[in-house]
């Protein structure tokens, strides 16, 4: 199973791709996890990220597309892979078709999370971030068990990001919709893209999703 999430940021995705892996155990690859590593770990594309990155600009398409590239080799994607936040644009969905046909591979899956920008304004706002572990939580829709404590780690350190805020939630909605959106056109052409509403509990999402891949 080699599934790829889309959607708007707060759709959902990787709280969606978190519970995937734990059913299907196949691993979450996210671009911003892989970047981060590559970056600590020092490699020849981390060092060539972090440059971009280091000058307020975004990191090119065949860094990233190259990233991911050595990561859906590695031994534990051999069963399949969770793509989050990742094809962004066309440039890098044409590149992974063809990295995956080079393979032998291709993708199961498209799933798109749908919600309207009120609904993402909604989520965003009263999104908290644990800063210790990086669990997440909703100030109304998910909040900690214990108000301002983390329930997976147990840290009383929970933040909300600076930019989570209506002006800024409503600009990266509108390039999400420039850049990202097409690739439903493309993936529809393939036969393999689904759409689901992202509105209910995140259980009910989930259940969604599943009917979908299975």
């Known amino acids: 199973m080699r599934l790829i999430l889309l959607g708007p940021p707060g759709a959902g995705k990787g709280t969606q791709a978190k519970k995937l892996k734990e059913k299907f155990n196949i691993p979450q690859v996210s671009t911003g996890d892989i970047l981060r590593d590559a970056i600590k770990n020092e490699t020849e594309l981390g060092n060539k990220a972090k440059a971009f990155m280091d000058e307020g600009r975004l990191v090119p398409d065949d860094i990233v597309v190259g990233l991911i590239k050595q990561r859906i080799v590695e031994v534990d994607c051999k069963n399949g892979f969770i793509l989050d936040g990742f094809p962004r ?110 509105d209910g509990s995140l259980e009910d999402v989930f259940i969604r999703v599943c009917e979908l891949v299975t």
């Not at 909040?143 to 990266?172: A, F, H, V």
Request: with cysteine.
């Open 89 to 198: 644009n066309m440039a890098q969905a044409e590149q992974l078709s063809e990295t995956l046909e080079k393979l032998n591979q291709n993708i199961s899956s498209v799933v798109e999370i749908e919600v309207n920008a009120e609904m993402l304004i909604d989520r965003l706002t009263g999104r908290m971030t644990c800063s210790s572990c990086g669990a997440m939580f909703h100030e109304k829709n998910h909040p900690p068990k214990i108000s301002g404590i983390c329930d997976s780690c147990g840290s009383d350190d929970l933040y909300k990001r600076p930019d989570d805020n209506k002006e800024t939630i409503m600009k990266r909605f509108e390039v999400y919709e420039q850049e990202t959106a097409p690739l439903k056109g493309f993936y529809r052409k393939m036969g393999i893209l689904k759409t689901i509403g992202g």
